[in-house]
């Protein structure tokens, strides 16, 4: 059985007609991208707004709390492993620091070196949160059987390979 047609089939069946000679259907493909992170990201700010976070103040903790135990990250390795920058880490972590969920702590052989580790709330948070954010990703996939997910998964990496080698 077929699913019943979306926007995005409408789309290409729009530029069909208008453009014939043009191959529409990478349409089908990046148009469900598109929509599918828009939607995803309404749906995650919603979560997130429920203990005070943001996308961005997630990542960062979530990204202090995959590292090892304990571990502490200077706010340059932070930028590096979210792919933010500098500047927009420091608003972050001004943020966190002010609800005691992350520490500055100055190095003790080095005092231009600052690193920023999670307090016991910021770690209770961000297990907390960890927890109802996967528990909500793995619902909006139930649709899909665990194969059917691995593949998708599969399928996307392959995408993002062939637009980053593209040149």
């Not at 208008?18 to 939607?39: C, E, M």
């Not at 990703?137 to 059917?148: I, K, T, V």
């Not at 995408?159 to 980053?164: G, K, V, W």
């Amino acid at each position: 059985m077929s699913e019943p047609d979306d926007i995005i089939d409408d789309i290409v069946r729009q530029w069909q007609r208008q453009r014939p000679d043009l191959d529409a259907t990478p349409i089908a493909v990046f148009g469900r991208i598109t929509r599918t992170y828009k939607l995803r990201q309404t749906q995650l700010r919603s979560l997130l707004s429920q203990y005070d976070l943001t996308p961005a103040t997630f990542d960062v903790l979530a990204n202090l709390r995959r590292s090892s135990d304990g571990a502490r990250k200077t706010a340059g390795d932070l930028a590096k492993s979210s792919l933010l920058s500098t500047g927009g880490t420091t608003f972050r972590l001004d943020r966190l620091e002010d609800r005691h969920l992350i520490e500055r702590i100055t190095s003790a052989h080095d005092r231009r070196i600052t690193y920023v580790e999670l307090t016991a709330e910021g770690r209770i948070l961000i297990d907390t949160v960890m927890a109802a954010h996967l528990a909500q990703e793995s619902e909006l996939l139930n649709a899909f059987d665990p194969e059917q997910v691995e593949q998708l998964g599969q399928l996307l990496r392959l995408l993002e390979q062939s637009i980053t080698s593209w040149d």
